[in-house]
């Protein structure tokens, strides 16, 4: 069953490349795919960029270029949820658009054609997700990484949060967040991508997973946490993590 590993920036999936048998690259809509074998299975990895179009465009390629048949998601997120800190993981059960509001056609946040605001994620694939970033974390408490500003990490799982703004105000992530929490929707962490993909993986009956590092807080510092932790720690996690989830599989 082949698999793609999707993430938005090359530092998200680091190292994953180099542990490939049988790799080959190729190029489709715009995009390179690296196909191989990973601990015995057939993946695909590829970039999508930025944003929620970039996103969809890059899991229909997979999906129609290569027949994958499994999809997982990794990269990074501001964190939004009462205690939910940076260098936490927090494993997607749901996705939801939150620019996403055609009122008064539709209910805020709703996708026209959807049956509701949130598009869930595969249980089975996301119950081993968190079980693989449970081990990552208990090990990444020990590595004394001062971008942890001294926090211990922790595994979440729950609503993840897209939208095509880099969050940088703790005025905007605490709006957003007062929001949807108002109508019982209350979000974990927010990011660019997981909701197009998930959007994407529903409409062809894809299974689909998705974790994500909290590199900073959806404030205003979010700019100066983000490159440096993206480098140093989330690289590190992303590894782990699938490396764990795939052997687990």
């Not at 027949?67 to 939004?80: C, D, E, S």
């Not at 957003?176 to 959007?199: K, N, S």
Request: glycine share 10%; hydrophobic share 50%; proline share 4%.
């Amino acid at each position: 069953m082949a698999l793609a590993i999707l993430s938005a920036l090359p530092e998200e999936q680091y190292g994953l490349q180099h542990l490939l048998t049988d790799a080959r690259t190729v190029r489709r809509a715009g995009r390179d795919f690296t196909l191989g074998r990973l601990h015995g299975r057939s993946v695909v990895l590829g970039l999508t960029g930025i944003g929620k179009v970039a996103a969809a465009t890059t899991a229909t390629a997979v999906m129609e270029g290569f027949g994958a048949q499994q999809l997982l998601f990794t990269g990074v997120a501001g964190g939004v949820g009462a205690g939910v800190q940076v260098g936490d993981v927090v494993v997607a059960q749901q996705f939801l658009q939150h620019d996403m509001d055609v009122r008064p056609l539709f209910p805020r946040w709703q996708v026209p054609g959807y049956a509701a605001p949130t598009l869930a994620c595969d249980a089975v694939l996301s119950a081993g997700l968190l079980a693989a970033a449970q081990a990552c974390v208990a090990q990444a408490a020990a590595w004394n990484e001062p971008l942890l500003a001294g926090n211990v990490p922790r595994a979440h799982a729950g609503l993840v949060a897209s939208g095509d703004q880099f969050i940088v105000s703790a005025a905007v992530s605490g709006q957003i967040t007062a929001d949807l929490q108002a109508a019982g929707h209350v979000p974990l962490a927010v990011e660019m991508e997981g909701a197009a993909i998930a959007q994407v993986c529903a409409d062809y009956g894809v299974p689909f997973a998705a974790v994500r590092t909290i590199s900073d807080r959806a404030d205003d510092s979010a700019h100066v946490d983000f490159p440096a932790f993206v480098q140093a720690v989330a690289s590190r996690y992303a590894l782990q993590i699938v490396q764990h989830w795939v052997q687990l599989g």
